[in-house]
């Protein structure tokens, strides 16, 4: 008739932490009720049909499920759920490397499940059916945590149990399949009890850390993400091992399909990660050439982009004109106004000034209050022109300086904006909010229109 004192151990630790899960809750400490509440309902089902196949089942002599069994699971079909709500409150839970890597977790599982559980047992037989189904279930469980695991940056004590306890039911599962075949070992009730004790813990810690950041955090390749992968990665080389050490191989084409099948979604995810780096260079390399406060590229696209226009310009025989602009007595505006509205003025400024620009314009952060303009094909008196007209358009009643040079073809880049800058400073010097321009070297006032 079974295991007496194992069913019972099982009902009295299964009840108590049943119990234990609904005082946590009852709290409300988790922040996720129903999550917990079918986790709670999931565990319950699962004790009771442990504790019946423990106590009152034999599956050695059964060919159809039992009443044990059914619920068993009904116990997956809360377990499940509750795991799955967990995880889409963390917000996008199914990227396309997390399905990559769920399916070579589980084509690993998979494999060892039907070379040590499904295959020994047979096919045919409703044990080896529902081990290996038993065995399915739980790493899917298992698979929805660990991805949870994967999707927060700080794992709480909470989440680590739970993660613990739905291990330890796979273990339990495993060993119950194996002692179809051979003596039952104490370990199945001592897992289970174990496994137990770690969900009533995982409810009773349970925070709010565990609910879903204000912003998403990147998934990234951790060490236990590597290893995990890199374990089921060698599953198949690793079962082919271990038939041809006992000198049976039996599921040699399984293993052929099964290698080759992670084999290709190793390939996917590298494909997937290479492009994500790809897309994470490119979105640094854009903020390293952007201005926090203004938008506009700063000093080392200015930079980047001056040497490759002069060299344009000298290959083209093309004009080309650099402005430096200076905002008139910033010092003293933040001063009054303070450094809220000094930096509202840089943004409203720059915004003025580059929806005035031509397509192919650069207007740049140089420093400070200070912007550079860098104008392709643009004649020096055209030049002045654009560059007397932003004077006109800045905001907040302020005024500007500037200076603009030409680019003379044989000039190093450093050169051009060297004049620009002695004729911004002669702006200066002269009364501000005027334009200057410079040509071999010497400032020039430019009548203002």
Same mark, same amino acid.
């Given at each position: 008739?079974?295991?007496?004192?194992?069913?019972?151990?099982?009902?009295?630790?299964?009840?108590?932490?049943?119990?234990?899960?609904?005082?946590?809750?009852?709290?409300?400490?988790?922040?996720?009720?129903?999550?917990?509440?079918?986790?709670?309902?999931?565990?319950?089902?699962?004790?009771?049909?442990?504790?019946?196949?423990?106590?009152?089942?034999?599956?050695?002599?059964?060919?159809?499920?039992?009443?044990?069994?059914?619920?068993?699971?009904?116990?997956?079909?809360?377990?499940?759920?509750?795991?799955?709500?967990?995880?889409?409150?963390?917000?996008?839970?199914?990227?396309?490397?997390?399905?990559?890597?769920?399916?070579?977790?589980?084509?690993?599982?998979?494999?060892?499940?039907?070379?040590?559980?499904?295959?020994?047992?047979?096919?045919?037989?409703?044990?080896?059916?529902?081990?290996?189904?038993?065995?399915?279930?739980?790493?899917?469980?298992?698979?929805?945590?660990?991805?949870?695991?994967?999707?927060?940056?700080?794992?709480?004590?909470?989440?680590?149990?739970?993660?613990?306890?739905?291990?330890?039911?796979?273990?339990?599962?495993?060993?119950?399949?194996?002692?179809?075949?051979?003596?039952?070992?104490?370990?199945?009730?001592?897992?289970?009890?174990?496994?137990?004790?770690?969900?009533?813990?995982?409810?009773?810690?349970?925070?709010?850390?565990?609910?879903?950041?204000?912003?998403?955090?990147?998934?990234?390749?951790?060490?236990?993400?590597?290893?995990?992968?890199?374990?089921?990665?060698?599953?198949?080389?690793?079962?082919?091992?271990?038939?041809?050490?006992?000198?049976? *191989?039996?599921?040699?084409?399984?293993?052929?399909?099964?290698?080759?099948?992670?084999?290709?979604?190793?390939?996917?995810?590298?494909?997937?990660?290479?492009?994500?780096?790809?897309?994470?260079?490119?979105?640094?390399?854009?903020?390293?050439?952007?201005?926090?406060?203004?938008?506009?590229?700063?000093?080392?696209?200015?930079?980047?982009?001056?040497?490759?226009?002069?060299?344009?310009?000298?290959?083209?025989?093309?004009?080309?004109?650099?402005?430096?602009?200076?905002?008139?007595?910033?010092?003293?505006?933040?001063?009054?106004?303070?450094?809220?509205?000094?930096?509202?003025?840089?943004?409203?400024?720059?915004?003025?000034?580059?929806?005035?620009?031509?397509?192919?314009?650069?207007?740049?952060?140089?420093?400070?209050?200070?912007?550079?303009?860098?104008?392709?094909?643009?004649?020096?008196?055209?030049?002045?022109?654009? *560059?007397?007209?932003?004077?006109?358009?800045?905001?907040?009643?302020?005024?500007?300086?500037?200076?603009?040079?030409?680019?003379?073809?044989?000039?190093?880049?450093?050169?051009?904006?060297?004049?620009?800058?002695?004729?911004?400073?002669?702006?200066?010097?002269?009364?501000?909010?005027?334009?200057?321009?410079?040509?071999?070297?010497?400032?020039?006032?430019?009548?203002?229109?």
């Amino acid at each position: 008739m079974g295991n007496w004192p194992g069913g019972v151990l099982l009902a009295a630790t299964g009840a108590v932490a049943v119990g234990a899960m609904l005082l946590g809750v009852r709290r409300g400490r988790s922040g996720l009720p129903r999550s917990w509440q079918l986790l709670t309902a999931g565990l319950l089902a699962t004790v009771v049909g442990q504790t019946l196949a423990a106590g009152f089942a034999d599956w050695r002599g059964s060919h159809l499920p039992s009443l044990a069994d059914g619920a068993r699971l009904v116990g997956y079909a809360f377990l499940l759920p509750g795991a799955l709500t967990l995880l889409h409150r963390r917000g996008r839970p199914w990227s396309s490397g997390a399905l990559v890597d769920s399916a070579i977790l589980g084509t690993g599982a998979g494999l060892y499940s039907w070379v040590f559980i499904v295959a020994p047992l047979g096919v045919e037989t409703s044990a080896g059916v529902l081990c290996a189904a038993y065995a399915a279930l739980d790493v899917a469980v298992l698979g929805l945590l660990w991805r949870l695991a994967t999707n927060v940056r700080r794992r709480t004590p909470a989440f680590q149990l739970l993660f613990v306890g739905v291990l330890l039911l796979l273990v339990g599962d495993v060993l119950a399949a194996a002692s179809i075949m051979n003596d039952p070992p104490v370990l199945v009730p001592v897992s289970r009890v174990a496994s137990y004790c770690c969900f009533a813990a995982a409810a009773l810690r349970a925070t709010p850390a565990v609910q879903p950041p204000a912003i998403a955090t990147p998934v990234t390749l951790s060490t236990r993400r590597l290893v995990a992968l890199a374990v089921a990665a060698l599953t198949a080389p690793g079962v082919l091992a271990f038939e041809l050490a006992r000198g049976d *191989v039996r599921d040699g084409y399984l293993v052929v399909v099964a290698g080759g099948w992670i084999v290709l979604l190793v390939i996917a995810r590298m494909a997937g990660l290479v492009s994500r780096i790809e897309q994470q260079a490119k979105v640094l390399a854009e903020q390293a050439a952007t201005d926090g406060l203004t938008g506009l590229p700063n000093r080392r696209a200015w930079d980047a982009a001056l040497a490759r226009e002069t060299s344009r310009a000298r290959r083209d025989a093309a004009p080309l004109a650099v402005a430096l602009v200076d905002l008139d007595h910033f010092k003293q505006f933040n001063d009054t106004r303070g450094h809220l509205a000094g930096d509202e003025l840089l943004r409203t400024a720059a915004k003025a000034w580059r929806n005035r620009l031509r397509p192919g314009d650069l207007l740049c952060r140089y420093g400070g209050e200070e912007f550079a303009l860098l104008l392709p094909r643009c004649a020096l008196e055209d030049a002045v022109d654009l *560059v007397d007209e932003l004077r006109r358009r800045t905001p907040g009643e302020q005024t500007l300086s500037a200076g603009v040079a030409a680019y003379e073809g044989l000039d190093e880049p450093q050169d051009v904006v060297a004049r620009a800058d002695a004729a911004l400073y002669e702006a200066k010097r002269k009364g501000r909010d005027q334009v200057l321009v410079s040509r071999k070297g010497r400032p020039v006032k430019t009548p203002l229109r």
